[in-house]
């Protein structure tokens, strides 16, 4: 089963921390790899999730950061480089049927800022076994994954501090 969080709204990966929490309160193994966080930029749910303390849960910040954003001044072939790596770590994880669930959060945007194509993206889903299930996280999802997905769950910002001309930098706690 593919399920999807994509839009412009805040909860893509919130959501998927939660599907994460419900496979192992039933005893599933999961394993969680992000595309574009680093550990450069760290979130409240890395150390909970990092430190799961077994083997039921991976964790793994895969991303170099912000593509071409925020002051990233690293060449896109190495941002390409780290999220085809990740790519191919899932693939793995995915091969040794060790894992229930594999959540692969902000490969949407890795595919839409173009670090990974369509058809490496394909080639995983065709590789993950039917007794896996899959959580893709992140803005834009592509129409092809859309169409391929079991459940779609689209995140849409309906009000933001920014908006109203407040300056805000990001929450600790609550966006990241």
Same mark, same amino acid.
């Given at each position: 089963?593919?399920?999807?969080?994509?839009?412009?709204?805040?909860?893509?990966?919130?959501?998927?921390?939660?599907?994460?929490?419900?496979?192992?309160?039933?005893?599933?193994?999961?394993?969680?790899?992000?595309?574009?966080?680093?550990?450069?930029?760290?979130?409240? +749910?890395?150390?909970?999730?990092?430190?799961?303390?077994?083997?039921?849960?991976?964790?793994?910040?895969?991303?170099?950061?912000?593509?071409?954003?925020?002051?990233?001044?690293?060449?896109?072939? +190495?941002?390409?480089?780290?999220?085809?790596?990740?790519?191919?770590?899932? +693939?793995?994880?995915?091969?040794?049927?060790?894992?229930?669930?594999?959540?692969?959060?902000?490969?949407?945007?890795?595919?839409?800022?173009?670090?990974?194509?369509?058809?490496?993206?394909?080639?995983?889903?065709?590789?993950?076994?039917?007794?896996?299930?899959?959580?893709?996280?992140?803005?834009?999802?592509?129409?092809?994954?859309?169409?391929?997905?079991?459940?779609?769950?689209?995140?849409? +910002?309906?009000?933001?501090?920014?908006?109203?001309?407040?300056?805000?930098?990001?929450?600790?706690?609550?966006?990241?």
């Amino acid at each position: 089963m593919l399920i999807v969080a994509t839009g412009n709204g805040k909860g893509k990966t919130t959501a998927a921390i939660g599907q994460a929490i419900r496979a192992l309160g039933h005893g599933k193994r999961v394993f969680f790899a992000q595309f574009i966080k680093c550990d450069g930029y760290p979130s409240g +749910e890395d150390g909970i999730l990092r430190n799961f303390g077994d083997d039921r849960l991976t964790f793994i910040k895969g991303g170099k950061g912000f593509v071409g954003i925020l002051g990233d001044k690293l060449p896109f072939a +190495e941002h390409r480089a780290a999220a085809k790596k990740l790519l191919a770590q899932a +693939e793995e994880a995915a091969r040794t049927e060790h894992y229930d669930l594999l959540i692969l959060d902000e490969i949407n945007v890795a595919l839409a800022l173009k670090l990974l194509t369509s058809a490496e993206v394909t080639a995983f889903l065709d590789a993950v076994p039917a007794t896996c299930d899959v959580v893709f996280t992140g803005r834009g999802a592509a129409q092809d994954i859309i169409a391929r997905a079991d459940f779609v769950t689209e995140c849409t +910002e309906v009000k933001h501090p920014f908006h109203n001309k407040i300056p805000v930098a990001a929450k600790k706690g609550i966006e990241y």
